[in-house]
Each structure stands twice: as structure tokens, then as C-alpha cells.
């Protein structure tokens, strides 16, 4: 039993240390005296495969590679928590995996500061004393008898059991990591066919005027949270491009995002996936729907699109008859404008084809906010409102309101563009979610976590070509509740695309249109959990 403790000192010296720098900046609840209690017993299930090596250097080296893991453990849990006052989840390990190096890169250097880099310090100090002090005949002796065994094996799969049924499993970081990815796996792996089969497999599918010229823009921003854009009355000035179009636009004020991050809400968005059915992402995209309306459908994306077979996001865009990424090549930090996509934008309008969709994937407010906007954008300088009142939080809030400002030249830019055709055509504009900005938290950014409104509400604009209005009535009430997991179907409607799989009652533009319970993060009543 010495020995035992002996090991099991260098992992309690880990968990001791977390607990304390939680306790120091973070104010102590229930869940850290959970996660303690999980740390622990997870600790006493690393060790006890030790006494089932017969040869010591095994065991030294099994003993390096579970507490080097059980040190990322308690390092990625610990400064999760400090960073979000929550413990992560697994739309956050979904985010990881949709994620390259260089995005993860932006993340830390957009959050991680001097007293979460004092901790990963004082960790690899501890981890570096324990792995030196260690050595080889400090561990478990070959000589254990085969009763002993079996009490371990016991106690091992007691320890499994105990954190399965009170649920403290869910604070394990591997557990977590295996769970998320089997699920990702499984979810990427239902997109997989979406290259292959532009056109779906609808039935009935029916579109009735398809002699003459149409060009219709869906534009899906980035990050972009509704309160912070002038046309939806914030007091900075963030939108005068699309305030000069506001008798021209459908501005709809209640509409959100199903999530607060892109691929759960774009999956939701483009396909017939939605909260009563998330299955359905795998059973049609409006990209495939078009195509097989005789539409020539187009992805321009400012986005990575980190490998062509791994981000679930890609999978659904590369059913487009075109598909171009132009980001693909940028490293680090550089600065990714999306006026880049403007001119692969210019080129998909004079293809000679009557009846063009186009979906536009910007960067928008994407954070870094200070790499969204070239300098002629530096607008916003001054003390911006808000009740946390620091350096960071002003100066976050000054590059984001920048940064809407320079995706309002690029929306407004594109409108006009479509304009001047003089065509039958539409523009859609709206964010895969929004991003909370100092209003609810003091923070900036989002994570599904530690939610806020601002991190749902999303806006959702339309401008109408005249040809277009002639043509079509749109219904429009600009306070219907509205949540675009149902997108796939306002835009088959927009499209005047009629199919068997598409639901008239889920457009936000039809007068048939039923209201719905939104349900967001796939548990909480949006409407009853932030309006009560």
C-alpha cells in the first residue's frame, strides 16, 4: 500500500493543484466537489493496471503514458472551467474536431491568459518533479498474488460502475473524447453520399417557371450576433450599407440559431435535419434540392475547409455543382477579408446559365475580430456600452462593431451587385449563430457551455429583386418566431420549389407557417428559458 501511495501522490498533487486554482478563481460549487471526487477515482483506476505488469519497465512505462494523460486531463478540464465557468461538453469536443491547428491557435491566443498560463506553468513543473523522482523499482512488485488481482480487477470495475450511475462520468475528459468522436464519426459518416448524389433523393420534385434568368444569394455569416447591427437598432452605426436598402429588405427581428456553434447549426440549417429529427441531416440538402430543380448551384467559401472529408460543413457544400474554398492555403493569423470572395462571386453571376443559386460563406465576425476588417473599417474607437467595463472588453467590442461594419460593406456590396442584373432574384442574408459581446457575460465569443441570448439570436434579412415581387408574395410578419434548423424549407419556397419532402407550414415566408417550440442546444425551450 506505501507504493501505492507513493504513485498515487504525484496524481493527487495534480488534482490538488486544479482544485485550488478553481476554488481561487471561480466561485466554489457543487460540480468542482464532483469533478474532484471523479479525479480522484479515475486516478485510483489509472494505477491499479500497474499491478498486472510482471515486468517493472512496462509498468514504468504504462505509468508515464497514463499520468502524462491524465496531466492533459487536468490541464484541458481546469482551464476550460477558468475560462467559461462551466466544464466542457460534447459540442465543444465537436468544435475541436471540426478544427485545424491554425483555428486552434486563434482560440488560445484569444483566450488563454497570464493566469492560465501560470497553471499550465505549475503543472508541467509538477509533472516534470514527478516523472523524474519515479523511478523504476518505486513500482509494483511482479509478486502479486492472483487473489489480489482479482480484489483490484474488482475494485476497477467498481469505480466504472460508481461513476456511470451517478453520472460523475460526465466530468471524465477520455470519456468524453471517445463518446463525442464515436458520435462525430458516425455523424460525418451520414453526410458521406452528399458528393456523389448532387441531386438527392426527392420525390415529386416540381418547379414551374424555369425560362427565364434567376439569381438567388443565400449568404451565411459568421459569429454575427443581431443586437450589435444597426438595422436591428443598436446605437453604433454598424450597418449604413444595409440601412440605405431598408425599404427594400425583409428584416425579420426573431429569428435563431438551433445552436451556438457552426456545425451543429449549419448541418441543421442546409439540410432536412432538424430538432424533432436531427437524423434527417443525412436525407437531403435545399443544395442537392436545387440542383435537381435544374438550379446551377454554387459554394464560394471564405471558410477552411480543413479537408474535404472531415468537416461535416464541407460534406453538404461539396453537393454544389461548384464548390471553391478560398482559404485553403492561409496559415496563422493572417488576416482572411472576404471581399476575396467577391471576385469567384462576380464570375458564378456571368456563367452562362439561366438559373444560378449561390451560397456565400463568409468569415464574418469571426474572432480574431480585429483580422475581419482591413483599417479603412477602424471605425469604432471610443468607449463602447456595457456594464463590464475593462480594457479587454472595450477593445473586443470596438474590433467586433468593426468588423459588422465591414460585413455590411460585403452584404451590401453583393445586393447590389445582384441588383444591377435587373433579374428575377433574391438575397438572403443570416449567421450560423450569434456571439455574446460583454451584454449577458463577461466574455466574448461563444460556447454552448456557458450560454447567453446574444449566442442564438441571429439576424435573418431579405432583399427581393422587382422581377422577383411580381412574381412571388412573400408573407411577411417581422416578428414571427423563427428557428433555422426549418431553413432548408423557407428556402425551397423562396425557390418556388415544391417537393414532397418540403413543408410549406416550416417557411418563415409562407402564411401557412406554424409556430413551434424552439428548442435550442437540443434540451431548452429558447422562448420559456430566455424570455420568462
Not at 509494483?140 to 480487477?153: A, D, F, G, Q
Not at 467498481?158 to 468522436?181: A, C, D, E, G, H
Not at 423563427?482 to 431553413?487: A, F
Request: charged share 20%; net charge positive.
Amino acid at each position: 500500500m506505501n507504493k501505492f501511495f507513493k504513485i498515487f501522490s504525484g496524481y493527487f498533487l495534480l488534482i490538488l493543484v486544479a482544485f485550488i486554482f478553481e476554488t481561487v478563481f471561480n466561485s466554489l460549487k457543487v460540480n468542482a466537489f464532483h469533478n474532484l471526487i471523479e479525479n480522484i477515482l479515475f486516478a485510483i483506476a489509472l494505477i491499479i493496471p500497474l499491478y498486472f505488469f510482471k515486468k517493472k519497465i512496462i509498468s514504468r512505462a504504462y505509468f508515464v503514458f497514463s499520468y502524462l494523460v491524465f496531466s492533459f486531463c487536468i490541464i484541458f478540464e481546469t482551464v476550460y472551467f477558468y475560462l467559461f465557468k462551466t466544464y466542457f461538453s460534447s459540442s465543444a469536443i465537436f468544435v475541436i474536431l471540426e478544427s485545424n491547428t491554425n483555428e486552434a491557435k486563434e482560440f488560445s491566443s484569444f483566450y488563454i491568459n497570464k493566469p492560465a498560463i501560470a497553471f499550465l506553468l505549475i503543472i508541467a513543473l509538477i509533472v516534470l518533479f514527478v516523472l523524474k523522482k519515479q523511478k523504476i523499482s518505486s513500482f509494483v512488485s511482479s509478486t502479486v498474488t492472483t487473489k489480489k488481482k482479482i480484489k483490484l480487477l474488482s475494485v476497477f470495475i467498481l469505480i466504472l460502475t460508481f461513476l456511470k450511475l451517478t453520472t460523475l462520468i460526465v466530468f471524465n475528459v477520455p470519456y468524453l473524447i471517445l463518446k463525442s468522436s464515436f458520435e462525430y464519426h458516425i455523424e460525418s459518416k451520414k453526410l458521406g453520399d452528399y458528393k456523389k448524389n448532387k441531386n438527392g433523393n426527392f420525390t415529386n420534385v416540381f418547379q414551374s417557371k424555369k425560362d427565364e434568368e434567376e439569381v438567388h444569394v443565400v449568404i451565411l455569416g459568421e459569429s454575427t450576433t443581431r443586437s450589435h447591427l444597426g438595422i436591428y437598432n443598436y446605437y453604433r452605426e454598424t450597418t449604413p450599407g444595409l440601412n440605405r436598402l431598408k425599404d427594400r429588405l425583409l428584416v425579420f427581428n426573431d429569428v435563431i440559431s438551433p445552436h451556438a456553434y457552426s456545425v451543429g447549426s449549419l448541418t441543421k440549417m442546409l439540410t432536412l435535419g432538424n430538432y424533432e429529427s436531427p437524423e434527417k441531416v443525412s436525407e437531403g440538402s435545399i443544395i442537392q434540392l436545387a440542383n435537381s430543380a435544374d438550379y446551377t448551384t454554387y459554394w464560394l467559401s471564405n471558410q477552411r475547409p480543413i479537408g474535404p472529408y472531415e468537416s461535416m460543413i464541407t460534406k453538404i457544400s461539396l453537393s454544389a455543382k461548384t464548390s471553391k474554398f478560398l482559404t485553403t492555403t492561409i496559415a496563422g493569423n493572417s488576416k482572411v477579408l472576404d471581399e476575396t470572395i467577391i471576385p469567384e462571386f462576380n464570375k458564378a453571376l456571368n456563367n452562362n446559365v439561366k438559373r444560378k443559386v449561390i451560397f456565400i460563406h463568409l468569415m464574418g465576425t469571426h474572432h480574431h475580430y480585429e483580422n475581419r476588417y482591413p483599417l479603412a473599417f477602424a471605425k469604432f474607437e471610443n468607449q463602447p456600452k456595457t456594464k463590464f467595463k475593462s480594457t479587454e472588453s472595450f477593445k473586443k467590442i470596438n474590433h467586433y462593431d468593426n468588423a459588422v461594419l465591414y460585413n455590411d460593406f460585403i452584404i451590401s456590396k453583393i445586393i447590389k451587385k445582384v441588383d444591377s442584373l435587373e433579374t428575377k432574384g433574391t438575397v438572403l442574408f443570416l449567421s450560423d449563430h450569434g456571439e455574446e459581446m460583454f451584454n449577458d457575460l463577461n466574455m466574448a465569443g461563444h460556447n454552448e457551455d456557458i450560454y447567453s441570448k446574444q449566442m442564438f439570436d441571429i439576424p435573418f434579412l431579405l432583399w427581393q429583386s422587382e422581377k422577383y415581387k411580381q412574381q412571388k408574395n412573400l408573407f411577411f410578419d417581422k416578428e414571427r418566431n423563427y428557428m433555422v434548423d426549418d431553413l432548408f424549407h423557407s428556402l425551397a419556397d423562396l425557390l418556388c420549389i415544391k417537393a414532397n419532402e418540403v413543408d410549406t407550414t416550416r417557411s418563415i415566408f409562407s402564411k401557412y407557417f406554424k409556430e413551434r417550440k424552439r428548442i435550442i442546444k437540443d434540451t431548452i425551450n429558447y422562448d420559456t428559458f430566455f424570455k420568462k
